[in-house]
């Protein structure tokens, strides 16, 4: 399924690119589309950090990216690295003292955060600590009169020293110009670059597994490694679960599906589960069942992992990765050097997959995809290297097929 991220650039003084704004996008219209603006900013997040990843999307740069009042409350900021992240808080939500409570737990995480489609109001005024806790002051140079935008940068650079004004909607040279010698750091609009639309694919997903789950995440005493078999089941979640990690502040690399997830910590998965969950549920295009790559790379994880067990590997949960994302590429249809090397796995797992150099788990995931490939002749070779008999073979490649067969 292809997926959308309007993204934008702002410059500095010196016309270099400092940040990206990232937007929602449904297509390949320019626009942002009539839709709910939880629903738009979490899939602005599910797309950005767990499916194309933030590092491509904006190449280490920090990401601009508005939240709702509801979204401001949640605790998904627990997963994300603040260096990745500047929170805009829209002009529609209600400054009161609870949020101002929520900012300031934020920023002692070290999220930097900017007030959009700013204006001095009565109300802003009334709670002046939100400003000792605002990094960034967009101004929309168009919607705002120029005498009231001289009133506010003067309002600003007396009483907030410290805060940069960004200049949002500047389309001539002219209004560039304009704004640094009103005393703007940065600047965004089409005069430097309209929104690109960035594409992608994602993979599909089984919405009744996420269900699953998010049962056996709510009883007391959670099983983990149960909860580690169920995702295993499932490729788009097992590569969001890594992608997630990836995004966070843990830079751990994880051996296996049950380690990702106590890296992750229950109660951060069991809240990115209920929101895949509920986003799946809204755009109802879950169409798992009869997918041949999901049903080939579930074929190649459990065959390798068979395999690595039965030679008593100690890491067999890594053979089961290697098979997982050995199609990763055809599923997103990307390269994999845009992909592999934004997940936190082993660098013996990354050199196998992108085939950089022969290690000991490159000949179970040749003789995994000969088996998925039915290619006899380059069976009959790799079972001789790898010492196992034919018939031992057929045993694991019959319970390879019926596991991922049960689950497809």
Request: with cysteine; net charge negative.
């Amino acid at each position: 399924m292809e997926i959308f991220i309007g993204r934008q650039p702002i410059f500095d003084r010196l016309e270099k690119v400092f940040a990206f704004e990232l937007l929602y996008r449904n297509g390949d219209m320019n626009v942002f589309p009539d839709i709910d603006g939880d629903y738009a900013t979490t899939e602005v997040l599910i797309n950005s950090f767990l499916t194309i990843g933030v590092e491509e999307l904006a190449n280490g740069r920090p990401c601009f990216i508005n939240f709702t009042e509801n979204l401001l409350y949640e605790s998904i900021f627990d997963t994300f690295d603040p260096k990745h992240i500047i929170i805009e808080i829209l002009e529609n939500i209600n400054i009161t003292p609870v949020l101002i409570d929520k900012l300031r737990q934020l920023k002692r995480k070290g999220f930097k955060m900017a007030l959009d489609d700013f204006v001095l109001t009565s109300n802003i005024i009334q709670f002046k600590e939100i400003f000792s806790l605002i990094d960034f002051i967009k101004v929309d140079f168009i919607a705002t009169a120029p005498a009231d935008r001289l009133f506010n940068e003067k309002w600003i650079k007396t009483n907030y020293p410290h805060i940069r004004l960004l200049a949002e909607k500047v389309e001539s040279r002219e209004e560039f110009e304009q704004a640094k010698r009103s005393g703007y750091h940065f600047f965004q609009g089409y005069f430097f670059s309209k929104p690109q639309i960035i594409h992608s694919q994602e993979i599909p997903t089984n919405l009744a597994n996420y269900f699953r789950i998010i049962r056996m995440l709510s009883e007391e005493n959670a099983n983990i490694s149960q909860i580690a078999q169920l995702i295993e089941h499932d490729v788009s979640l097992s590569y969001k679960l890594l992608k997630l990690i990836n995004a966070s502040t843990s830079k751990n690399k994880v051996r296996s599906i049950k380690h990702a997830i106590v890296v992750l910590g229950l109660t951060e998965l069991h809240q990115w589960i209920y929101i895949l969950a509920i986003r799946e549920s809204i755009r109802g295009d879950t169409d798992f069942n009869g997918n041949a790559l999901i049903a080939s790379s579930l074929f190649r994880a459990k065959f390798c992992e068979l395999l690595a067990k039965h030679n008593k590997k100690t890491n067999s949960a890594e053979y089961f990765l290697v098979g997982m994302f050995s199609m990763i590429e055809a599923l997103l249809q990307r390269p994999f050097h845009q992909i592999i090397l934004q997940l936190p796995l082993s660098n013996q797992v990354v050199q196998t997959l992108t085939g950089t150099e022969k290690t000991d788990m490159s000949i179970y995931l040749d003789i995994a995809v000969s088996f998925d490939q039915l290619n006899w002749g380059g069976i009959r070779k790799l079972v001789e290297e790898l010492n196992i008999s034919e018939d031992q073979m057929r045993v694991y490649y019959n319970k390879a097929m019926q596991w991922s067969n049960q689950i497809t």
